[in-house]
């Protein structure tokens, strides 16, 4: 993901993937420029995961807005 910008502006840098019927993911797969790959998971839905290229990810409840975990990365 590559938020484009211009003056004043910015494209939002999150991306939504819907689920359908799932209530949940085994891991979630981040593919770093550079070929750095990191995996996090299980994560339920109605969640936000907070990913960096190092370190712990947030796990965010989309209805409190809450930090309710971190997920370790490999």
Known sequence: VQPGSSYLASNDPRVHFGLGEKTAIDSIEVAWP??????????????????SRE?????VDLKSHRVVGTLKGR
């Open 55 to 59: 370190g712990d990810a947030s796990v």
């Open 34 to 51: 550079g070929k750095t790959t990191r995996v996090f998971g299980p994560v339920d839905a109605d969640r936000m995961v907070l990913v």
